[in-house]
């Protein structure tokens, strides 16, 4: 699933609980009831109780105020209680607390901290997390400790050994940031000197923090003959992103083996694009003896260069037998350059020699200003990650949308006709991007009649979790960020549209609309086919569904088919198309005729009554289809569905999740961008090409979805098509993927024309297993990025009944009892659970 590959920094992201406002001008103060209450609620708090203010008490207040938008990411609630309005016992009697701030954990005093230890913004937030986190990060101070360490995480984790000259400094508050995400990972450990600096080659006097990852996990490439781990040193200054970067880095592969040529081969994709590559070539008289080698220098270079290993047996190799090594710079990223080495320690010293030319160009120029830091994150794969981190102390304005709490929800839902609501977490990267094209939204459509409203999930929970005394219009909460559309006394409204200010401002101006629609005269017939009912949604084109029905008939009931049912009970016919309005709504839009207007329009058209006609917005200038008669609405919109369905659709990024939603295999076609006349209409020729295979294949064709990519306008299908075949081939490119039995890819014969008979005829042979495979997919799962952060498996070691813990027996048995007890919100409840934006 790379099409919204939308892979976020957590690290950045901070995942602790929420706090009860963002604390961005002022420090909070509480009052002694205040305390209290918040105390006895349980929630980490780190508090300073203030007498009277001397010139240094006002410094630390000054950094205490700017650390609590650091540690409300953490869950940790940062303020000061005033002791001269009203006493805190214990708290406020004595000398001692003027120069002591408290954290406090699970309803009582925690930890103490001298003010002369949380002196600015860096030690606070590094000491309150040292302390959340004393269990996680050990601390040593000789090398006989560390080995103890060693040995008991062999097997089972990594270690990242952290080298900090002080306590409180960024260095140690980017170590404990670190911890806080990747504790669960790996085995942390702080060290500040002492003899186990000796072991590790560190001069104690040297200014400079470091960190080391220790390999002590079980692997089969890891040489474990000795009784102490392998280590990597990261050699880039300590800070939050470069030791990020240095983690992702060590989970990188040892050696890859390729089968292209160094230069068809990929520059490394994030995590890892500021990192170079080296080649080396194999022979297959020499293979293992060459892989061996090509791990004992991997393992040299781990940190420095990711390590590829290439086989001259592939006749994709071009490169000269004169050649036995190349490299790729990370600033040069098109550019290979080939070497012939007598020793690889040669490579060796190319990196280690450029390694110290970076670092005395760092030198020269000094400390990088805080703007030209902030610069370095342009260049970051994950953009919405990036987003959010810049913007991690700046909370957007949220004037114009309703905060929702469990207090307010069902009177503000009650007094709008429409109220959307965006349910988000303030620590989801995700949310926090999508929330600003939320604020978009709700300023364009101020002063309507649409309330736009906001749910804060890590605040709000009962509300998320739909428990409340008084009746919850929707299932829990269960993907984030979730937009549902609320209107008194109805159910909820799922928004399963794309993520953006656009499509989230068209659905909602099309939701305003009646689903269906009543129309009782021929011109609000011609207007509802014609003419979009806001003017913000002039030139876009939307689908229609218009439902012909008799409400009045007398009849002889003889034959009961379905057509005579609708006839003799007319009524049901129009529920049935209006209960699968109302689940269109937003999405196309929906009209209703009936008696004597809807007998004239089927008069005039030759159709019998009833009847339910399909204008698809991209076959605009044809008569509209006519769908058989449904016996539900689950039926009707299937219908609807299929009929909406693009014969050859061009897939873009917007429209991918339909499409794959139908569960059919893909026969898609990639089209490059056209230089001019000629190759447009190549293009155009491809493309009815392809229409030709569909219309030939006939009912053979059932079974996939003929599509193509325009890869000028959907510039993400050039690294999709990268990875289904392991490089970029020529174009065109025919390929046939996401197959239900499997998860082969196969390409069309690239030197072979693509016409109708030859592909179908291809078709057949894969089906006939005469066809190898030209790749596989990936698979497709999206496990959390660290551990503590798998929810679910938490919820099974805490409840051994839970679904995962069950055996497939027990969960059919679940399922059997389940649809015994199904009732009219069972189709509900699937919505919410199916929700879409958990799978992008």
């Known amino acids: 699933m790379m099409w919204m590959c939308v892979a976020v920094f957590l690290l950045w992201l901070r995942s602790g609980g929420c706090t009860e406002k963002a604390n961005t001008s002022e420090l909070i103060e509480y009052t002694a009831a205040d305390f209290y209450e918040k105390l006895h609620s349980g929630k980490m708090m780190f508090i300073y109780f203030e007498h009277q203010v001397s010139p240094t008490i006002s410094l630390f207040l000054l950094e205490l105020e700017k650390s609590a938008d650091a540690l409300q990411d953490y869950g940790v609630l940062v303020g000061k209680v005033n002791c001269d309005k009203k006493l805190v016992q214990a708290y406020c009697t004595q000398e001692r607390e003027r120069h002591t701030a408290f954290l406090f954990r699970g309803g009582k005093e925690f930890l103490g901290f001298d003010l002369d230890t949380v002196f600015d913004v860096n030690s606070i937030v590094s000491e309150v997390l040292f302390a959340i986190l004393r269990e996680e990060v050990k601390y040593v101070h000789t090398d006989t400790d560390l080995l103890a360490m060693e040995k008991a995480a062999r097997g089972k984790k990594d270690i990242v050994l952290g080298y900090v000259r002080s306590l409180g400094t960024q260095e140690h508050r980017s170590m404990m940031e670190t911890a806080y995400v990747y504790g669960s990972k790996y085995q942390f450990i702080l060290i500040t000197g002492g003899p186990v600096l000796k072991h590790l080659g560190v001069d104690e006097s040297s200014p400079s923090s470091q960190v080391?990852?220790?390999?002590?996990?079980?692997?089969?490439?890891?040489?474990?003959?000795?009784?102490?781990?392998?280590?990597?040193?990261?050699?880039?200054?300590?800070?939050?992103?470069?030791?990020?970067s240095f983690l992702q880095l060590m989970e990188a592969p040892l050696v890859s083996e390729v089968y292209d040529d160094p230069s068809s081969v990929q520059p490394p994709q994030f995590p890892y694009q500021q990192t170079p590559q080296v080649f080396l070539f194999s022979r297959p008289v020499t293979k293992q003896q060459d892989l061996d080698t090509a791990t004992a220098l991997a393992w040299r270079l781990r940190g420095l260069a990711l390590l590829l290993l290439v086989h001259r047996q592939s006749p994709a190799v071009k490169t000269p037998d004169e050649y036995n090594a190349a490299y790729r710079l990370p600033e040069k990223s098109s550019e290979v350059k080939y070497l012939t080495l007598n020793d690889h320690d040669e490579v060796l010293e190319l990196f280690t020699n450029q390694e110290k030319e970076e670092e005395d160009e760092e030198d020269d120029e000094g400390w990088l200003e805080d703007d030209e830091v902030d610069s370095h994150f342009a260049k970051l794969d994950d953009e919405i990650a990036a987003s959010v981190y810049e913007n991690r102390g700046n909370l957007?304005?949220?004037?114009?949308?309703?905060?929702?709490?469990?207090?307010?929800?069902?009177?503000?839902?009650?007094?709008?006709?429409?109220?959307?609501?965006?349910f988000y977490l303030k620590w989801d990267a995700v949310s926090m991007a999508f929330l600003s094209s939320f604020i978009e939204v709700a300023e364009r459509l101020e002063g309507s009649e649409v309330q736009m409203s906001a749910v804060d999930c890590g605040e709000w929970t009962d509300l998320c979790a739909a428990q409340s005394s008084l009746p919850i219009p929707f299932q829990p909460i269960t993907a984030f960020p979730c937009v549902l559309l609320l209107r008194p006394k109805e159910p909820a409204q799922l928004y399963r549209g794309m993520l953006g200010s656009e499509a989230l401002h068209r659905f909602i101006l099309l939701s305003l609309q009646a689903s269906p629609v009543l129309l009782s005269t021929k011109e609000e017939v011609t207007s509802f086919l014609q003419e979009v009912p806001h003017l913000e949604l002039a030139g876009y084109h939307p689908d229609r569904v218009m439902g012909l029905f008799k409400t009045q008939l007398h009849t002889d009931p003889g034959s009961l088919s379905v057509n005579h049912v609708m006839l003799l009970c007319p009524a049901a016919g129009v529920s049935l198309f209006t209960e699968a309005a109302k689940s269109l709504r937003g999405e196309m839009l929906t009209g209703l005729l009936t008696n004597g207007l809807a007998e004239k329009w089927a008069a005039e058209h030759s159709m019998e009554l009833p009847a339910v006609l399909v204008f698809p917005s991209w076959r605009a200038h044809t008569p509209p289809s006519t769908l058989p008669v449904?016996?539900?609405?689950?039926?009707?919109?299937?219908?609807?569905?299929?009929?909406?369905?693009?014969?050859?659709?061009?897939?873009?990024v917007e429209n991918l999740p339909s499409f794959l939603s139908l569960g059919k295999a893909l026969l898609l076609l990639f089209v490059g961008e056209e230089e001019d006349e000629i190759g447009r209409k190549q293009n155009q020729a491809l493309v009815e090409e392809m229409r030709g295979v569909v219309e030939v294949g006939g009912g053979r064709m059932e079974q996939y979805l003929a599509c193509w990519i325009h890869l000028g306008r959907t510039p993400a299908g050039m690294s999709v098509l990268g990875s289904y075949l392991g490089s970029m081939p020529p174009l065109p490119a025919l390929v046939l993927t996401h197959l239900p039995s499997g998860d082969e890819i196969y390409q069309f014969p690239p030197n072979t024309p693509i016409v109708a008979s030859s592909v179908l005829q291809w078709l057949q042979r894969i089906q006939g297993g005469a066809v190898s495979a030209a790749g596989m997919l990936g698979e497709d799962s999206w496990p959390p990025a660290v551990e503590f952060l798998d929810f679910?498996?938490?919820?099974?070691?805490?409840?051994p009944d839970s679904a995962q813990q069950q055996t497939p027996e027990e969960e059919e048995e679940e399922e059997d009892s389940k649809e015994e007890d199904v009732d009219d919100s069972s189709s509900h409840s699937d919505t919410f659970h199916n929700n879409p934006h958990s799978e992008l």
């Open 396 to 422: 957007p304005d949220m004037d114009s949308i309703t905060q929702l709490t469990s207090d307010n929800f069902h009177t503000a839902v009650s007094q709008s006709s429409l109220t959307v609501a965006l």
């Open 212 to 244: 080391w990852f220790l390999h002590c996990r079980v692997h089969s490439k890891l040489p474990l003959s000795s009784e102490r781990c392998p280590l990597t040193r990261m050699r880039k200054p300590l800070s939050t992103l470069s030791l990020h």
């Open 792 to 799: 679910l498996k938490i919820m099974d070691v805490q409840e």
């Open 630 to 652: 449904s016996t539900s609405s689950e039926e009707l919109l299937t219908h609807i569905h299929s009929v909406l369905l693009h014969r050859l659709p061009e897939l873009t």
